[in-house]
């Protein structure tokens, strides 16, 4: 019941951030929300809390309350967002050039947490020129279709995570685990 609070807590926050300015009732005689927003935010963050909470603190682990790592997911924000524009650059450099070998390799990530595991694929997804494919549920390891496949990649039986998505193996690691 503690996560489901705590999950409760944190959707209906980003819910009101994401809405302030929408109503006359607010703080300090500023109009942020209207009835019918604060209303429709509690709903959905229910909906929410009852579908993520799991993920966002399962088991009574309330790693993710914490505010110091929702600090830590938004100064990774940054260095995903450069690496998704090298990505672009890279993809377009290689539709034009034609200089693409596509193929799957399988990364082992070490991820002992469901939400590590979905914070790399998606943001490996989220990164032109890669697709999170497929989970190893036992072993955590994420098949992930690439644009280019380097020769001394295909070779092997799993393949380097900095190699494919640079650095955020280390940034989910610091996130979620």
Same mark, same amino acid.
Request: with cysteine.
């Given at each position: 019941?503690?996560?489901?609070?705590?999950?409760?807590?944190?959707?209906?926050?980003?819910? #009101? =951030?994401?809405?302030?300015?929408?109503? +006359?009732?607010?703080?300090?005689?500023?109009?942020?929300? /209207?009835? $019918?927003? %604060?209303?429709?935010?509690?709903? #959905? /963050?229910?909906?929410?809390?009852?579908?993520?909470?799991?993920?966002?603190?399962?088991? /009574?682990?309330?790693?993710?309350? !914490?505010?110091? &790592?929702?600090?830590?997911? %938004?100064?990774?924000?940054? @260095?995903?967002? =450069?690496?998704?524009?090298?990505?672009? =650059?890279?993809?377009?450099? &290689?539709?034009?050039?034609?200089?693409?070998?596509?193929?799957?390799? &399988?990364?082992?990530?070490? =991820?002992?947490?469901?939400?590590?595991?979905?914070?790399?694929? !998606?943001? %490996?997804?989220?990164? @032109?020129?890669?697709?999170?494919?497929?989970? +190893?549920?036992?072993?955590?390891?994420?098949?992930?279709?690439?644009?280019?496949?380097? @020769? $001394?990649?295909?070779?092997?039986?799993?393949? +380097? @995570?900095?190699?494919?998505?640079?650095?955020?193996?280390?940034?989910? &690691?610091?996130? /979620? $685990?």
């Amino acid at each position: 019941m503690k996560g489901y609070a705590a999950t409760f807590v944190v959707a209906l926050l980003v819910y #009101l =951030f994401l809405t302030a300015g929408s109503g +006359d009732i607010g703080l300090f005689g500023v109009g942020l929300w /209207s009835m $019918e927003e %604060i209303v429709v935010g509690i709903v #959905l /963050s229910a909906l929410v809390s009852a579908g993520t909470t799991r993920l966002f603190c399962g088991d /009574s682990d309330m790693r993710m309350a !914490n505010p110091r &790592r929702w600090l830590t997911f %938004i100064v990774y924000l940054f @260095p995903f967002f =450069f690496a998704m524009a090298k990505a672009n =650059f890279d993809v377009a450099y &290689r539709v034009i050039t034609g200089k693409i070998k596509p193929g799957i390799v &399988r990364i082992k990530t070490g =991820f002992k947490k469901d939400l590590s595991v979905l914070l790399l694929g !998606n943001s %490996i997804t989220l990164t @032109p020129g890669t697709l999170t494919v497929d989970i +190893d549920d036992e072993t955590n390891d994420l098949f992930v279709h690439w644009i280019n496949i380097r @020769p $001394e990649v295909k070779e092997k039986v799993y393949c +380097d @995570p900095k190699i494919v998505c640079g650095s955020f193996v280390k940034w989910a &690691r610091r996130i /979620s $685990e």
